[in-house]
Structure formats: structure tokens, C-alpha cells
């Protein structure tokens, strides 16, 4: 029942035109979803919409996405986020086919050829803020990685993926098929 009094605030939250970075800052960080704000716990739903955006799929409403995702993805009311390996929902419920990958080398070597995929990782030099989860983008030197940091308000470039998540820290990746 949450998930309906954050639509009713989330839904007049306007987040302007383009991909959501720094959960933290701008309007973003005024939603909710479930007893938090998404500065908190947003970023699974987040990187459903920056994939969405990019991919230019519908017209991705961000409050939607959470209202839909929180009671079948949201861990204990938001404490812990949303469950990275259910995320496959909410494009399932719109006949979006994604292929789930657990390999960090088959993720990203397929990022090559999709251009845009969704990517969950552990904090490892932040393990009390547990894991996050981004939208990234195959760029030409490199990687492009949607709303990594919960301050920095664009997105950031990496030379590899390595330079921001390892075997170690590799939980999950989405791409479509």
C-alpha cells in the first residue's frame, strides 16, 4: 500500500528531459519508494529508466516504475533497495525481452553489439551501502555509467568496466535479447 501514497507523490515530481544521475541531488532525490526517499534506495529503478530512456523504449515515467517495481521487487519497506535479480518484472510484464547475465565477461563482451545494459554490483569501498545498480553504455574508449555516484549529476566514463566493478563485485547484468 506505500507504493500508492509515493505515486501520489512522485508522480508530480518533475525530473526535466534527459538520463537521471546523483540520486542525491536534483529532483530525484525528493521521491520515494518504499519508507525512503530514492536518494537512499532508488537506483534499481533509476536504471530501469535511464535503459528505457536510452534505449528509447515508451516514454519511461519514473514514478510509474517505482509504483510498479516496489511490491514485487522492494526489500523489507526499501531498507534494502530492490532485489537486483527481479528486475526482469517489470520488462517481462511488457514483452521486453531481456536476457539476464550472471558472467561479467559475457555481459559486457555482449554490451558491445547492445549498447545499452543494466548492470548490479557491491559497494566494495562502501560495503555499508550495499549494492547499487546502474544503467550502463558501451561508448567507443570505453563505458559509460549512468547515476554511479549519488552526487555527480552526469553520468561517468570509464576506460573498462574493471575500473568500476570486478568479478568480485559482479552480482548481475540485463540485456535485451
Known sequence: MIEKSNYEI???IKLGKGTVNGQGVGPVSQMRYGLFPMSYNGCEMIAIYNFLYLEKIDNPDLAKIAFEMY???GVLM???GSNPFLLHKYFD???IK???YYNIKNFFKQLES????IVSFWNAHHPFHGLHTVCVESIKNGIRVYNRSNKKDVPVDYNDYSEFVDRAKFICGYLFT
Open 10 to 12: 512522485n508522480k508530480y
Open 71 to 73: 511490491p514485487k521487487s
Open 78 to 80: 526499501g531498507v534494502f
Open 93 to 95: 510484464n511488457r514483452n
Open 98 to 100: 531481456i536476457k539476464r
Open 114 to 117: 547492445s549498447k545499452y545494459g
